[in-house]
């Protein structure tokens, strides 16, 4: 099978739209009330490998659904006005997650330079995603 445009150069491609954080910059936005790190990735992830403190989980299949206030999956946080960082694992989610966003109209939406794998290896901080305990 032949693709007509491949992963990468739909990574390169919205690359080129978006605004990225550096590391260094975005450590700095932690406390920033009007600042919500999002992370897009599987709820297996997040409970593995941890996440960002304070950070939203909004898995990547739901994302579009859950920014869209005239979905039955909307979410308020989404209409809060405040600059939204999106990340995954190593920011090639995320790079095209920002770009359908901007497409969608979200008007301050960028994401994580490296995702969460390079925000660890540069040893910020991170937290344990517990998994809820079973209904009773």
């Known amino acids: ?13 919205a ?3 978006i605004e990225t954080v550096p590391l260094e910059g975005a450590q700095a936005l932690l406390d920033d009330p009007n600042i919500v790190f999002v992370d897009i990735r599987d ?8 996440m960002i403190p304070n950070a939203l989980h ?3 299949g739901m994302l579009e659904f859950w920014v869209d206030p005239e979905s039955p999956y909307y979410k308020p946080i989404f209409g809060e006005d405040k600059r939204l960082i999106l990340y ?10 920002t770009e359908t966003l901007q497409k969608m109209g979200v ?6 330079e490296g995702g969460f ?6 040893q910020l901080p991170t937290i344990e995603k517990v998994s809820k305990p079973p209904s009773a």
């Open 1 to 13: 099978m032949k693709l007509k445009i491949g992963y990468e150069a739909l990574i390169t491609q």
């Open 15 to 17: 690359m080129a739209q």
């Open 43 to 50: 709820i297996r992830e997040l409970e593995r490998e941890g």
């Open 58 to 60: 909004a898995p990547r």
């Open 88 to 97: 995954c694992a190593s920011a090639w989610r995320s790079a095209l997650a």
């Open 107 to 112: 008007p301050k939406v960028c994401h994580l």
């Open 117 to 122: 794998s390079a925000w660890k290896k540069a």
